[in-house]
Nanobody, 127 residues
């Protein structure tokens, strides 16, 4: 099992930036594909971005493409989400998730693919 802890959330004005981080433990991090999801009040949990275990493949939701960047540092057991040009509609609780996999370059873009989840970090974007 993988333990995941997010950090970096907060309150920011529209147009601003935030960087979320997720620290992993409990398993060799380079064997785990990672994803970021978000859930706004009253809405379903949606995928934001995902990255392969090797870091060579990424995928983004259309709503964040060009504004958000997912990256990972396998030496530091962390995955990050750099969020630029934030909008009020980006307000949500953000979760990182992990999926141990044997495939180096596969990206997983649906919540059921992930078995490990962090506790979430709140991101609030004011207009």
């Amino acid at each position: 099992q993988v333990q995941l802890v997010e950090s970096g959330g907060g309150l920011v004005q529209a147009g601003g930036s935030l960087k979320l981080s997720c620290a992993a433990s409990g398993r060799t991090f380079s064997t785990i594909a990672m994803g970021w999801f978000r859930q706004a009040p009253g809405k379903e949990r949606d995928v934001v971005a995902a990255i392969s275990r090797s870091g060579d493949s990424t995928r983004y939701a259309d709503t964040v493409k060009g504004r958000f960047t997912i990256s990972r540092d396998n030496a530091k057991n962390t995955v990050s989400l750099q969020m630029n040009s934030l909008k009020p509609e980006d307000t949500a609780v953000y979760y990182c998730a992990g999926n141990p996999t044997t495939y180096y370059s596969s990206v997983y873009f649906s919540a059921p693919s992930y078995g490990s989840w962090g506790q979430g970090t709140q991101v609030t974007v004011s207009s």
